[in-house]
């Protein structure tokens, strides 16, 4: 069991809410990533980060922020929730090859 | 274009027998082939890892192969349980990054029945 937390689980809120999702992860790992992932679709990669003070946009377009000031924690945040962000999150760390996964938050804006 | 390609969609299975999942990939160039397990609800979890010189790799009663040339893996698993129910995916990772970026598939969703 990898030791990467995510919180909250479950999130609904309304339209225009600014939220942060919470990932934090024990194992020292510099690389660290957030995937969006819709049912019954593949996981996109909307954030990675290297290292403190290192973030890049993924491939997929996100209206998210995120930071990377400790080396175990990597929050995203959304300034204005909207309907289209409804969707999980997971949040992953990486050793080499092996990339440990969060449970991921589910996101419902209303 | 670099794409994952998993098939079935979905398949459900009797407890106790056994069942293959395969997953085609056109990235290149080519590090490894992982197969994940993840439940509803839940994050993925890693299954096997096979770089280019590996053809199979076992985890428990999951078994995966991989066919480099024709650019083909398959995870087959045996006398399947209920808690077997999940989406397998298939993730791809090039080598042509410093971020060992890594293509996933939709997966396949497994149901075990009783």
């Known amino acids: 069991e990898a030791d990467i937390y995510q919180t909250p689980r479950y999130l609904v809120i309304g339209t225009g809410k600014k939220i942060t999702l919470e990932c934090s992860q024990t194992?020292?790992?510099?690389?660290m990533y957030w995937y969006q992932q819709d049912p019954g679709m593949e996981l996109h990669l909307i954030h990675y980060?290297?290292?403190?003070?290192?973030?890049e946009k993924g491939d997929l377009s996100s209206e998210s922020t995120v930071s990377r000031i400790r080396t175990e924690h990597f929050p995203l945040t959304l300034e204005s929730a909207r309907p289209s962000h409804t969707s999980q999150y997971l949040c992953?760390?990486?050793?080499?090859?092996?990339?440990?996964f969060g449970p991921g938050t589910r996101l419902t804006v209303t | 274009k670099n794409q994952v390609e998993q098939s079935p969609q979905s398949l459900i299975i009797l407890e106790g027998k056994n069942c293959t999942l395969q997953?085609?990939?056109?990235?290149?160039?080519?590090?490894?082939l992982r197969w994940y397990k993840q439940d509803t609800g839940r994050g993925p979890v890693s299954l096997t890892i096979?770089?280019?010189?590996?053809n199979t790799k076992s985890n428990g009663r999951y078994t995966a192969t991989l066919d480099a040339d024709t650019k083909q893996s398959s995870l087959h698993i045996t006398a399947s349980q209920l808690s077997d129910s999940a989406s397998y995916i298939c993730?791809?990772?090039?080598?042509?990054?410093?971020?060992?970026?890594?293509?996933f598939g939709r997966g396949t969703q497994l149901t075990v029945w009783p």
């Open positions: 992953a760390s990486s050793l080499e090859y092996e990339q440990y």
């Open positions: 194992m020292g790992h510099d690389k």
């Open positions: 980060s290297y290292g403190v003070n290192s973030t």
């Open positions: 997953c085609n990939y056109t990235v290149s160039p080519f590090s490894n």
């Open positions: 096979m770089t280019f010189s590996e």
């Open positions: 993730v791809v990772s090039d080598r042509g990054s410093t971020l060992g970026r890594l293509y």
